[in-house]
């Protein structure tokens, strides 16, 4: 079985000037602004780094949801944050953990 989900991003401009928008096949996210200041700075909006915390939470929890169905076993509620660490390395930027916590 395969499934395919698609996501997709515009970028009009320069790397700090320009500005971008995120989409999702959804409509879940429909041309959500996201840009250099929202990434690397503290101004608000979104980032990837936040969306892939989200998708991870998300994948994660309800992973977790089907492992308790399959005990007999129902949460009421579960509550997970992700925590995407990404650092300064010699070739730019990664990704060097996330850390959930439920």
Partial sequence: MTINRTGSAI????????????????????????????????????????????????CFTMALSG?????????ERMDTKARVSMEKTADGFEITAVRLTL
Avoid: C
């Fill in 67 to 75: 492992i308790l169905g399959r005990e007999g076993l129902t949460a």
């Fill in 11 to 58: 970028w009009q401009g320069g790397i700090k000037d320009g500005k971008g928008t995120i989409s999702t096949e959804s409509g879940a996210l429909d041309g959500h602004p996201y840009g250099f200041a929202m990434r690397f700075e503290d101004v608000k909006g979104t980032n990837p780094e936040e969306l892939i915390g989200a998708a991870h939470a998300g």
